[in-house]
């Protein structure tokens, strides 16, 4: 078995345009990769198949999809299109998951970008990270930042990047709301609510706003996901003192602090109100073979 393992990702500032002509929107996003990572492990099988486990509730891995349409195999696919394989051979995926699923923290991404490493290596193809990020923008807009890691600036639909200097060591507590939001719903309300599109910042301010801590926590999916879960804004003010985030499309919201102390007593306090809470770091590896 082969194995590589990628973070899954804040976006710690996140502006979105118009929607396009091609359906797809234009972003202006700070990316933070934190230090929980999907590990995937992959070995031959006579059918496409993936195996999840990890450090989440069984009703979080419950909604992970098994078959062909989870980003893994998808990825198995694009990569074996890029490098001229007509009939790959069919792989069985392991992965084990600490990054929460359909939360706004890049999680089938990571899955994806791990597994477009181990297959790269499982494969021999030799691809270099250049020609592994090409393959991960035709996935899904976060794979090459699952890929890259650290800090980063992405632009287009996300899928342009430029690498940050790391930002120092963030304490990150993800309150996993018990609320579903499709990344698609959120986006199809922006569109109503910003016909216009809201990319106002220049991305030099951005990354500035960002390191000055000022800009932390910008979104334009805010407004309409908060439109469509009004109990997002409980959640944003669950802790005295401070208001979360959100984190992409949602509906995960976070909280940063340079505190370990006070990380781990919010985490405390948001598991005593009954939440599924993970006190994380931010962290600057990118998709790692292991
Ligand atoms: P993003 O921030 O990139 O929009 P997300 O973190 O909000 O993604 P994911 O965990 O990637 O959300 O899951 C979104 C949906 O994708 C899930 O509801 C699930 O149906 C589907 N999916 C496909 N492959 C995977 C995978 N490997 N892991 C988790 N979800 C997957």
């Known amino acids: 078995m082969i194995y590589a393992s990628a973070p899954g990702k804040l976006n710690l500032f996140f502006e979105v345009g118009a929607l396009r002509p091609d359906g797809y929107h234009s972003v202006t996003s700070v990316y933070q990769a934190l230090a929980i990572r999907q590990t995937v492990g992959v070995e031959p099988s006579n059918k496409w198949e993936v195996i999840t486990q990890g450090d989440l509730p069984q009703a979080q891995l419950d909604l992970v999809p098994k078959d062909e349409t989870n980003l893994s195999v998808v ?6 299109d890029f490098a001229g394989i007509s009939n790959p051979q069919p792989m069985r995926f392991h992965t084990f998951k600490q990054v929460p ?11 994806a970008a791990a597994a477009l490493l181990a297959l790269n290596s499982a494969w021999e193809l030799g691809l270099d990270d250049v020609q592994l990020r090409k393959v991960a923008s035709k996935v899904g807009s976060d794979v090459p930042f699952s890929l890259l890691g650290g800090t980063a600036l992405g632009l287009d639909t996300g899928i342009e ?31 109503e609510l910003f016909p216009d599109g809201d990319l106002v910042a220049d991305p030099a301010d951005a990354i500035s706003g960002v390191r000055a801590g000022s800009k932390i926590g910008k979104n334009s999916l805010l407004e309409p996901a908060i439109s469509l879960r009004p109990e997002l804004v409980e959640f944003q003010n669950l802790l005295p003192g401070t208001v979360g985030h959100l984190s992409g499309s949602g509906p995960t919201i976070y909280f940063v602090t340079n505190s370990v102390q006070q990380a781990s007593d919010w985490q405390q306090q948001l598991s005593d109100l009954g939440h599924f809470a993970i006190h994380t770091t931010t962290a600057s590896h990118g998709a790692e073979a292991q």
């Open 75 to 80: 990825a198995a696919k694009a990569l074996a």
């Open 101 to 111: 699923v359909a939360a706004g923290l890049a999680g089938g991404s990571a899955d």
């Open 161 to 191: 990047l430029e690498k940050l200097s790391d930002l120092p060591t963030m304490q990150v507590v993800l309150l996993v709301s018990p609320i579903g939001l499709s990344t698609k719903e959120v986006f199809a309300r922006f569109d």
